[in-house]
């Protein structure tokens, strides 16, 4: 009986978690989603309409209402039919992401969402609740990390690659800042489940992480040929 599975990939900013989990789904043959860029969306559109970040009533109404797809080959985020790929990676929209995702209401929203995404193919998902709390009974769950150090100058070349200033210092507080709400938030804090597989990238090639994560996908698939596409 061929079977779809579902991989939740948690962990901090910072630890890899895209860059593994696009490997990931590439090598098993499923959907790749990245559940942070839907939180980025909904802040983003919440900065464009002035919603204030404090109004926790507005931001689940706009985020009920936001229409987020991801399209060729789930690479790029759409909003509302606008490809925002680019737009949600600023600090800014960082900032107010961590906030908006502090908010029931649009986790709520979100998550429905996920589920949705995930109700009839194979899916590797990447967040901080997707083990804990979107799909509990995954078949694999991983708890990505890497120390702070490692994170901010990750967080760094990425933003040297897409051109965007940034100061060290700076990004390693934000980074900071956003771990410490993201884990102390009440909805749905970032955390490891007990269930999963704790992996701590800080020295290891993106290489070296993902046939770690093959190894425990192949325990649990002999070999990815159950798999549903
Ligand atoms: O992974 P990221 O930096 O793109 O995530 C943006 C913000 O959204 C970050 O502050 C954590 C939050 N987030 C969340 O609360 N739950 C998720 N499943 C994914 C992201």
Redesign the pocket.
């Known amino acids: 009986m061929p079977k779809r599975l579902i991989i939740a990939i948690?962990g901090?900013?910072?630890a890899g978690?895209?860059t593994i989990a696009r490997r990931i789904a590439a090598r098993v043959g499923a959907t790749y989603i990245?559940?942070?860029?839907?939180?980025?969306a909904v802040?983003l559109w919440a900065m464009r309409s002035s919603i204030p970040l404090e109004d926790p009533v507005r931001l689940e109404a706009l985020s009920r209402n936001a229409h987020i797809q991801f399209a060729h080959g789930h690479q790029r985020v759409q909003l509302n039919g606008e490809d925002v790929t680019d737009a949600?990676?600023t600090p800014e929209?960082?900032?107010a992401?961590?906030?908006?995702?502090?908010v029931p209401g649009v986790?709520r929203a979100?998550?429905d969402l996920?589920r949705a995404m995930a109700a009839k193919t194979s899916v590797v998902?990447?967040?901080?609740?997707?083990g804990s709390?979107?799909f509990p009974n995954a078949d694999i769950k991983i708890f990505l990390d890497a120390n702070t150090e490692i994170r901010a100058q990750r967080r760094a070349e990425d933003l040297t690659a897409q051109q965007i200033p940034f100061d060290l210092e700076t990004l390693r507080k934000q980074i900071e800042e956003?771990d410490f709400?993201?884990r102390n938030?009440a909805a749905?804090?970032?955390m490891q489940p007990l269930d999963a597989t704790y992996l701590d990238s800080s020295h290891l090639s993106p290489h070296e992480v993902e046939e770690e994560i093959l190894k425990i996908v192949r325990a649990k698939t002999s070999n990815g040929k159950e798999l549903v596409h």
């Open positions: 948690d901090p900013a910072g978690k895209s990245d559940t942070g860029a839907m939180y980025r802040a949600i990676r929209v960082a900032e992401a961590s906030v908006v995702a502090a986790r979100m998550v996920q998902m990447e967040g901080r609740d997707i709390i979107v956003r709400r993201d938030r749905s804090p970032l």
